[in-house]
């Protein structure tokens, strides 16, 4: 199946999360690490889900990563294909992968990051092939 772009509805940018959307319209994808352990975390929030502290940086990451499970939504309006994606910096993010075959997708298939469009906001960070 050929992807085909559909709607992606405009983020709604929190304070906690208005550096990363301001970032992403630079095509910078931002994560947060803990500053004492460096374990990066994925969703950006400003308290570390590891150890609850709130000393976290904001870095931008590579835009590398490994498709670790996906799923083709076939039956959609216009078919999507969802995944949750490993990133090189460790974390792993829910996206979509995007400008590919879904047939032709693969558990461990390497992707990298590209800025999909919105619907009158900021870019949302998608992932394709390698």
Known sequence: ???????IPAPTP???????WNAA?????LLRRNRAT???HW?????CPFTLSPDTEWFEASGQGTIYSFSVMRRAEVPY???????AEGP????????CDFDALAIGQKVRLVFVPS??????????PA
């Open 92 to 99: 792993t993010m829910l996206t979509n992968i995007v400008n």
């Open 38 to 40: 460096g374990e990066a």
């Open 81 to 87: 294909a969802i995944a949750y994606v490993t990133l």
């Open 1 to 7: 199946m050929t992807y085909v772009q559909r709607p």
């Open 14 to 20: 929190t304070p906690e999360t208005k550096e990363f």
């Open 119 to 128: 619907e009158g906001g900021a870019p949302v960070p998608m992932f394709e």
């Open 25 to 29: 319209a630079e095509g910078k994808l």
């Open 43 to 47: 969703y950006p929030r400003a308290l």
